[in-house]
């Protein structure tokens, strides 16, 4: 990707050098522009996403607490001697 490596530490041993670690990766711009474009990634595409999650998380959120306010309601009802609400609409 043609990017300044820190390479870490060269060991010589009696037989070959060895790179010891590497300790940090400078990449450019327009290396991980390209490294994106290879891999498929899409901003755009994934911007939409993750708009579309945080709206279905929200659509979830409500109908989770529509659900435990009905949920409430019915035994509110059943608890002041209503019967039971839900018997009443088999009839």
């Known amino acids: 990707m ?7 530490v060269i060991q010589d041993t ?6 010891d670690s590497i300790d ?3 990449l450019c711009e327009a290396c991980v522009r ?3 474009e290879t891999l498929g990634f899409k901003p ?10 945080r709206r279905l998380e929200r659509e979830r959120d409500h109908w989770k607490d529509t659900s435990q306010r009905l949920r409430r309601e019915l035994d509110h009802q059943f608890d002041a001697g209503l019967g039971d609400p839900r018997a009443r609409r088999s009839r």
Not at 14 to 19: C, G, L, M, S, Y
């Open 34 to 36: 390209a490294a994106a």
């Open 44 to 53: 755009q595409l994934h911007t939409d996403q993750q708009q579309k999650i």
């Open 14 to 19: 009696e037989t070959t050098a060895v790179i």
């Open 2 to 8: 043609d990017a300044s490596i820190d390479r870490g």
């Open 24 to 26: 940090e990766l400078h």
